[in-house]
T-cell receptor, first 112, second 114 residues
């Protein structure tokens, strides 16, 4: 298996623009997670899905952030409008129930 | 308030010696603990885990110790190798979450000098 795939790997955008991050989990995994890593807050969970259904989105910072999982092989994290403080590395991870989480390589987002 | 803390942001160790990375937690509901390793420009990768019913788990050069009364766990790497140089994250999950919803510490950067 190719592992968790994320795109793009790098994204540079201007404040106010919409940003969409994409993730393809490992085939057969039931859970999908979105994390954000910053120097100040470390690695924090934003939202996670079980069988394509959002289970906990309490980590989503504000209404500008939204996540969807239309099917078992694809998820998006959208920021609209983006702000400079959203600059971070965003990771997607997937797992089987009770299993270890496998992380993608991350998307480095820079909002100017 | 951080529920999982790694108080040492960095650690430098000589090749062949033991590396000890520490992690403290505050949430009594945590019952499953994991260590992840992260290289630059890559996602974290799972290293080793321990359930609260154990106090030690070993996998090759890596051993995790859990002290529930002190709410403390540690990762021992023996012997340390230059390839172990990375950022190490401690993570924990609560009872009933089956390891699925993880709370991460801030990470410790380990540098192993040849």
């Amino acid at each position: 298996d190719a592992g968790v795939i994320q795109s793009p790997r790098h994204e540079v955008t201007e404040m106010g623009q919409e940003v969409t991050l994409r993730c393809k989990p490992i085939s057969g995994h039931d859970y999908l997670f979105w994390y954000r890593q910053t120097m100040m807050r470390g690695l924090e969970l934003l939202i996670y899905f079980n069988n394509n259904v959002p289970i906990d989105d309490s980590g989503m910072p504000e209404d500008r952030f939204s996540a969807k999982m239309p099917n078992a092989s694809f998820s998006t994290l959208k920021i609209q409008p983006s702000e400079p403080r959203d600059s971070a590395v965003y990771f997607c991870a997937s797992s089987l129930v009770g299993g270890e989480q496998f992380f993608g390589p991350g998307t480095r987002l820079t909002v100017l | 308030d951080q529920q999982v803390k790694q108080n040492s942001p960095s650690l430098s160790v000589q090749e062949g010696r033991i590396s000890i990375l520490n992690c403290d937690y505050t949430n009594s509901m945590f019952d499953y603990f994991l260590w992840y390793k992260k290289y630059p420009a890559e996602g974290p990768t799972f290293l080793i885990s321990i359930s609260s019913i154990k106090d030690k788990n070993e996998d090759g050069r890596f051993t995790v110790f859990l002290n529930k009364s002190a709410k403390h766990l540690s990762l021992h790497i023996v012997p340390s190798q230059p390839g172990d140089s990375a950022v190490y994250f401690c993570a924990a999950s609560e009872v009933g979450n089956a390891g699925n919803m993880l709370t991460f510490g801030g990470g410790t950067r380990l540098m192993v000098k040849p």
